[in-house]
């Protein structure tokens, strides 16, 4: 797809991978709808993003995600790309996986952007085509213990991008999975973890030093190609790509 005054819808844009994407697009001429939680920190990003949009978005609220992408039509008349970006880590092993935080986990980090393609994809067609990425994660290629909620809720994901790249590839709607690795985010302080009480296993495991992993703005220039391109997976490193196989 063409970058140049397109509009691009960016999930979980009030920080890391998010705010990167949304001020690399804007860089390269996009006019972005920034969508998070956050209506301070939005509204203080927007004032650098000239002709942004912000519309504050709760990602497991299903009527709020249907009302920011009619939003976002309604304000610039279309919608050519979408990034789902928001999402959540949780560490937990299986026995201390909270069934409830796991149901919200699943419906930020897969339901959500699921509603939010399925609003997109009407536009896009009557568009004529339009292009998705939705980020996903490395843990989803590997057999990390205490992840497997997470990554989970990555390979889900990951199958259903996978499939709508055939389901949509004849309305000429691009869908494309990126897989960042440990990346300098605050991802690694907003994961949920088990309580005290729960945490029975790994109780004195090291915390992971995310400030050693890519830099936001490398998994943004990552997204950029995929909306170029339109393949169906990017990983933030070759030797990813063999993880999964």
């Known amino acids: 797809m063409q970058i140049k005054d397109s509009i691009v819808i960016v999930t979980g844009a009030s920080s890391g991978i998010g705010l ?10 996009a006019k972005v709808v920034l969508a998070a939680r956050s209506v301070e920190k939005l509204t203080e990003i927007s004032r650098e ?3 942004s949009l912000v519309i504050p978005t709760d990602m497991t609220d299903f009527q709020a ?6 939003q976002s039509d309604t304000h610039y008349g279309r919608v050519d790309a979408l990034v789902n970006n928001a999402g959540r880590g949780y560490e937990a092993t299986i026995e201390e996986i909270d069934p409830e935080t796991f149901e ?3 419906r930020l980090n897969v339901l959500g952007p699921v509603i939010a393609m399925q609003q997109v994809i009407p536009i896009m067609r009557r568009q004529g085509g339009g292009a998705i990425v939705n980020i996903s994660s490395g843990t989803s290629l ?3 213990p205490a992840y497997g909620a997470y990554s989970s809720s990555k390979r889900a ?4 991008s996978l499939t709508a790249t055939e389901e949509l590839g004849a309305d000429n709607i691009q869908v494309s999975l990126v897989y960042p690795g440990l990346t300098a985010t605050n991802f690694g302080a907003n994961k949920i973890l088990p309580s005290s009480k729960e945490r029975q296993h790994f109780p004195n495991k090291p915390a992971t030093d995310y400030s050693s992993g890519d830099t936001p703005d ?8 995929a909306l170029l391109e339109g393949d169906a997976e990017y990983f933030a490193h070759e030797r990813m790509r063999q993880l999964g196989k």
């Open 157 to 160: 994901l990951n199958g259903l």
């Open 142 to 144: 590997m057999r990390i």
């Open 65 to 70: 995600i249907k009302d920011m992408v009619r």
């Open 49 to 51: 993003l000239p002709d």
């Open 20 to 29: 990167s994407t949304a001020r690399l697009l804007t860089q390269q001429g």
């Open 218 to 225: 490398y998994i943004a220039e990552i997204i950029l190609k």
């Open 104 to 106: 919200m986990l699943y």
